[in-house]
């Protein structure tokens, strides 16, 4: 996935789970730009568990 502030190619850091309620929770992929070192999520259907 690219960074969406610089668009340079990002470093898979492991996925996490992310609460959003008492009873709900989402996958998310935390990835970190390669470039600027944005650290953004986004959302997968993979397990959680670092790399
Ligand atoms: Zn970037």
Do not use: H, W
Request: aromatic share 10%; proline share 4%; hydrophobic share 30%.
């Amino acid at each position: 996935m690219k960074c969406p502030r610089c668009g340079e190619d990002s470093v898979d850091y492991g996925v996490i789970s992310f609460q959003l309620g008492k009873t709900r929770a989402i996958n998310v992929d935390v990835r970190v730009c390669s470039k600027c070192n944005l650290v953004f999520f986004e959302r997968t259907e993979k397990k959680p568990g670092f790399r």
